[in-house]
Structure formats: C-alpha cells, structure tokens
C-alpha cells in the first residue's frame, strides 16, 4: 500500500513550458485535490475532485487544468509555466469519513 | 467567506517548557478543525481533530466557539516537535480544507 504517491520530486521549468504533475493513490479514496504551498501563505487549494470524471476549481486554479478518469489518478496540468507558479505543490486524498492523506509534493520551479 | 488565521509565523520554545500555538478562525455555523504537522523532509500528516477530542503525542487542541480558536498545547517540548504546523477548518462532511498560514516550531534544547 503506496499511498499517495507523486511524481516528478523536483522541476525545473522555463517560462511558457508545459507540464503535467502526478499524483496517484491506492486506496480507493473518492476525494482528490491539489494545493500549492507557498512561503508566508500556507496551502492554497487548486483543484479538487469528488469522484471519477468530476472536477471543481479550488481557491487558486488559474493556469492550471486537471481531469479525473479513474479513481486512482489524479494529474495537474500546467498549460504555460509562469514564475509566479514556483512553489511546491501537494496531491491529497480522502474518503467521505477519513482524514486526508497528503503526497510528498513536487517542488517546481518556474524560470 | 472562511478563513483561518495563525498570528504567529515562527515560535522558539525551550525543551520542557509549554507550547501553544494560536489558531482562530471565521465560519458561519460549527466548522471541523484540524492541526497537521510537517516534520523535516516528510509530508504533511493529520496531528489531530476536534471531534476526536484525542491527545496525539502528548497535544491536545480546545475548541472554544465564543473565541472561535482551536489552539494547539502541549505541557512539556520535546526536540522531536520541531515542525511546520498548520491549522485547518472544513465544512462538516467537505473535505475541502481551508489552511491557516502556518507556524513553523523550534524547540531550543
């Protein structure tokens, strides 16, 4: 049992590039979501998903895209790399009544 | 709109000494409550949750909804507490979660 697992650890970027983030689970959780962590501002909530083919738009979800086709995978899409997407940035998962469990991150940087 | 707010963005604490880190937040009606901890190069992990009412090694956090704070103590520091701590509230039964800023703690041994 992985858990949440996520992929690349590390990105290096140039402005305009696009790239997609990983993020799988293996335990059947219904809930995914997508949070960027920055210095000063906590976790900021991206995208979210309840379920298969359902997406939502979290607190901060310009620039970038995510779809739901199975359960277990939930990818980030950066359609243009800006500077101002430098962070680091986490995949959680969760069913209705547990707690949610958090990735190891992906720490990008945007040049 | 919810929101949480953790005043403090860096805490030094002596080891032995009490911790308590500050969370206030704004909701309309009775929200859920989470502290979780970010150790040194780990991920981020639930500490625990108001509606548990648990004390996960050795923290406990009190839900007063006259202040609408959820603070987080403990009586005694350990060198293994030093860690990013964040606080979060959701909807009863959402899991979308709001964080707090953060807290970052370093015991002084």
């Known amino acids: 049992n992985a858990g949440v697992t996520q992929t690349p650890k590390f990105q290096v970027l140039k402005t305009g590039q696009s790239m997609t983030l990983q993020c799988a689970q293996d335990?059947?959780?219904?809930?995914m979501s997508w949070y960027r962590q920055d210095p000063g501002m906590g976790l900021r909530l991206i995208h979210y998903?309840?379920?298969?083919?359902?997406?939502d738009q979290g607190e901060v979800p310009n620039g970038y895209n995510v779809s739901r086709s199975t359960t277990e995978d939930f990818p980030l899409r950066l359609l243009s790399a800006a500077p101002s997407q430098t962070s680091v940035y986490f995949c959680?998962?969760?069913?209705?009544?547990?707690?949610?469990?958090f990735g190891p991150g992906t720490r990008l940087t945007v040049l | 709109a919810q929101r949480v707010t953790q005043p403090e963005k860096l805490l030094s604490v002596f080891k032995g000494a009490p911790v308590e880190l500050k969370c206030n937040y704004s909701?309309?009606?009775?929200?859920?409550l989470f502290w979780y901890v970010q150790y040194s190069r780990q991920r981020l992990q639930l500490l625990l949750r108001h509606i548990s009412r648990e004390s996960i090694k050795g923290f406990t956090a009190d839900l007063n909804k006259g202040e609408t704070s959820f603070h987080l103590k403990k009586p005694f520091a350990q060198e293994e507490d030093s860690a990013m701590y964040y606080c979060a509230l959701s909807a009863p039964g959402n899991e979308k979660l709001t964080f707090g800023t953060g807290t970052r703690l370093t015991i002084i041994p």
């Open positions: 335990m059947n959780h219904e809930y």
């Open positions: 909701y309309s009606g009775s929200p859920e």
């Open positions: 959680a998962s969760s069913s209705h009544t547990d707690t949610q469990y």
């Open positions: 998903s309840v379920g298969a083919g359902i997406t």
